[in-house]
């Protein structure tokens, strides 16, 4: 490797990512055009993942990223890449991590995690160091090595990584514990001084896997650092060797340092204050013992928080009169585009959609039909026909109307397996086909011929009352105009004498519980006209269903209009599909059940009729 | 959190299920101990426990503090040492409970008790063995001056440090070579701290300590156990550790709101702490980040208002919009239960560094719904509000609050990364206050 042992990062660095998390891939995506570099990250690897590649945006533009199943697949395919961005979760970091070590090609890790065992921690930790490699964490947001990689989060967002001057290096080495004061810090520094050449935040557990002391001899060496800044906390003993280093001229550079958590004394170190590190656990570890201790080692340590900015200007200003630090001109920095659904949640940018949905709602914290939330449609004792109502038609139906759905369902979900679609049902899952497979097929028989009558009637009935046709008049009409026998009327067994039971239901419920039944009336008129030619050519139970559905709307006040609209998309046919499919089902389920071989059909059952064609 | 104490009889109960995979064939523990809460039925104790009637008896509280030898805290004599009883214990019991004490300076009440048998030894007997995991590896404590004197003959203690990646064998050997000299049977108490060795490291311990330690023939009796265990280790020896909680220090019992965000932290993935330091104090922080929250606390004592400091806590991780109601609610319900001693209204400091990845406006929106709900709470006790944020979408979320504030009436003050993250603070309790007196 070409850059010096004293950097972790360069413009060059290539990473490879563990988890695929897209927000903060992007991120570092984001901060590499920003600071007009390459791509860093080269790989993701993600075990439970099947794609094999992962879109992301450099720039405007859209990169593929590859996604491997393992450290060891993606080191392999990318030596290049030395660092390891380790998103794994608590449960997972720690064997990603000592499995990476390993491989040679890895030198630094961050890790993310919060909430790894400290005594994983601790092994994490000796083995990078008798290998001579870096672990950043764990619990961190990771660090910035400014104007050349940015790991993961740190930095936080594009405006604030510009305005703190995160993207071009600066005079200062940062080292924290705390990713969200690394990220103010940045801010003090930019705005005090000229900026960091280098932030690590080390994280808030008890053994970090580096520390500070092993951040500010990197920063000692790299000769861009002028000064560094330390911010410690209450709570072990790192900060200690820190002020050894100090007091023993292993470092030179100046350094301001300040330990947070003075406020532990007045509690009697009952209180948890911040990190999981950050718990005295004697006289030594207080935050104000600390911080005399650096301070009588050499270092320059403000009298609070609240003095740091103050005293960074300072030091900062002194190195610049000495010559030591000289004003850096500010690089271009390119446009980055705006993330779509962000300006969207700001109402700064608008795009015309492709699809409109009326109907249901998957947005909020609950979905919602036709704008009630499923639990109350459960709650307030909904049934299926109201569901109905609510998702095809947008309306909360009244209870008549309610009510006689759910009789026509319970009517038309079965006629025996000899129908055309359930024999295709039982046919299909006898060869061995799946659910889904077989009630397609019996679906797909659903039309003119079978099942289709309840639309038809529905239509023709519909048009010869709302024309005014005398039911004579209208009989004549479907034989000589249209040419087709009335849909919804004949029966193949029942006549006047022997009525069909299930019209007789519909018929009476209708009657009694309808504001009006014109159609039906008008339905009747016709029959009396048909059957007085044959006996058994009754209004049907499709017919009966067909008529009932337009007395139905009609009564829910839909125009003629609407109504004809409902016929024409299928609506009313829907009634017998949703229905239907009810017995399809039941058919697939007993052949699966009845565990039957694949059906073939007797050839003696078959007239075959084959001739040769005439030879030309 | 990390590290945190066990009860006596947790670290006890853990040994005794663990034993047979790490100390079987070899030593025998024979596990008598009972756990008294102030739930405990005492007269069920003999019909669940038949051995209380057929022995002498130890009794003290168990509560994470020790010494309570010295504290006169273990009832092991009525006249001579081995003759309590079962019903002297109950009455000894029955008197100590609820009773209030000091440990430190901290007041709490007696509440929790273990009930053992009175095992007959002598002083020579008592031995001493302690692990701590630390910064340099796992360090091993022997000695063979156990009981409540160990830390007078600390200069007989053998200290040895193990590796953190040593192996199984190094590790034996390292244990080997550093029995101290005054251990009568050194095979036996060497094979002990062996295995009690991997047991600590198996199950995550970060500290664990048997004084004194009786060993008799392949009889061992932990006479006093005191440990902590990793509490992140739950997904890799929880199934060891079986049921377990983990008790507040002493006399810092958790009131039922710091018990109530325990228990949403527990359940989120991002963080949520709250601890009540002074319910009538006048300052109340709302502090995102976990190094922030330091700060922030720092910054109200150097100003000379800790008394005030009415609470320490903090949110991060990019809580959702529920989340930081629900937490943003509890502070509010303790901060509006009475107005100030003083008179003056409280002191709300809203406040955060630059988030990296929290979302500022989703946070902040959390933070305005549980405001739109005590806005007439919060009138009432008088609340003056000062708000400091960056991060992801910081421009909008300050905008919010400052409209949310001002729509109820409520008086609020709002800066961004460009003032100085504790800057608040100061112009809250000092500047704002100076202000106010000259008018």
Known sequence: MAKPSYLLFDRNTKAIFWNLNPNAIQRMLDYDYLVGRSPSIVAIVAPTQTRKFEKFFYGTSEILIPIYRSTQEAAEAHPEADVLVNFASFRTAYKVTMEALDIPTIRTIAITAEGIPERFALEMREKAKSLGKWIIGPATVGGISAGAFRIGNAGGTLQNIVNAKLHRPGSVGLVTRSGGLFNELSNVIARNADGIVEGIAIGGDRFPGSDFLDHLLRFQENPQVKFMIMLGEVGGELEYKVAEAIASGKITKPVIAWCIGTIAKHFGGEVQFGHAGAKAGAERETADAKNQALREAGALVPKSFNDLPELIKGVYEELKAKGEITEIEEPEVPPIPEDYNKLRAQGRVRRPSHFVCTISDDRGEEATYCGIPISEVVEKGYSIADVIGLLWFKRKFPKWASDFIDMVIKIVADHGPAVSGAHNARVTARAGKDLMSALATAILTIGPRFGGAIDGAAKYFKMAKDKGMDPYEFVEYMKNVEKKNIPGIGHRIKSVKNPDKRVELLKNYAKKHFPSTEYLDYALEVEKVTTAKKENLILNVDGTIGVLLVDMFKALGYSDKEIDELIEAGAFNAFFVLGRSIGFIGHILDEKRLGMPLYRHPWDDILYIVERPEEE | ?439
């Open chain 2, 1 to 439: 959190m990390a590290q945190r104490g066990i009860r006596e009889f947790d670290a006890k109960r853990i040994l005794a299920k663990n034993w047979n995979d790490y100390f079987g064939g070899e030593f025998e523990y024979d596990f008598k101990s009972i756990l008294i809460t102030p739930e405990t039925d005492l007269d069920k104790i003999p019909e669940e426990h038949p051995w209380v009637k057929e022995t002498a008896l130890v009794a003290k509280p168990d509560m994470l503090f020790g010494k309570r030898g010295k504290l006169g805290l273990v009832l092991y004599k009525v006249n001579t040492p081995g003759d309590v009883t079962w019903e002297d214990a109950k009455k000894w019991i029955k008197e100590k409970m609820g009773e209030e004490i000091e440990i430190k300076g901290v007041k709490g009440k007696l509440t929790h008790f273990i009930v053992e048998p009175f095992i007959p030894h002598e002083q020579k007997d008592e031995y001493y063995v302690a692990m701590t995991l630390s910064d340099q590896g796992d360090k091993i404590f022997m000695s063979a001056f156990g009981g409540i004197d160990v830390e007078e003959n600390w200069d007989k203690v053998r200290e040895v440090t193990i590796p953190i990646l040593a192996s199984e064998e190094e590790a034996f050997k390292l244990i080997e070579e550093n029995i101290p000299e005054e251990i009568e049977d050194k095979k036996t108490y060497a094979e002990f701290v062996k295995r009690l060795y991997k047991y600590f490291k198996d199950l995550h311990f970060a500290y664990l300590e048997i004084n004194p330690l009786v060993l008799k023939g392949n009889k061992v009796f932990p006479l006093d156990m005191v440990a902590r265990l990793d509490d992140t280790a739950q997904f890799v020896a929880g199934r060891k550790w079986g049921e377990i909680t983990f008790p507040a220090g002493f006399g810092r019992e958790l009131t039922p709101e710091e018990k109530y965000i325990k228990e949403l932290d527990e359940k989120s993935g991002a963080s949520l702490k709250l601890t009540i330091l002074n319910p009538e104090g006048r300052v109340w922080l709302l502090i995102a980040g976990g190094g922030a929250s330091v700060v922030y606390s720092d910054t109200v004592a150097d100003l000379g208002f800790v008394k005030e400091l009415a609470n320490y806590g903090e949110y991060s991780g990019n809580p959702s919009r529920t989340e930081t109601r629900e937490y943003v609610k509890t502070l509010f319900d303790l901060m509006t239960r009475q107005k100030h001693k003083s008179g003056k209204p409280k002191i709300l400091i809203i406040g955060g560094a630059i988030a990296n990845f929290t979302d500022v406006a989703k946070t902040f929106d959390g933070i305005i719904d549980a405001m739109k709900e005590y806005a007439d709470k919060l009138k009432e006790v008088g609340v003056k509000i000062y708000v400091r944020r960056g991060g992801p979408n910081y421009e909008i979320g300050l905008a919010r609050i400052k409209k949310a504030a001002e729509e109820l009436g409520l008086p609020i003050e709002v800066y961004g990364p460009e003032t100085h993250m504790t800057a608040i603070v100061k112009k809250a309790l000092v500047d704002d206050e100076k202000a106010e007196s000259a008018s």
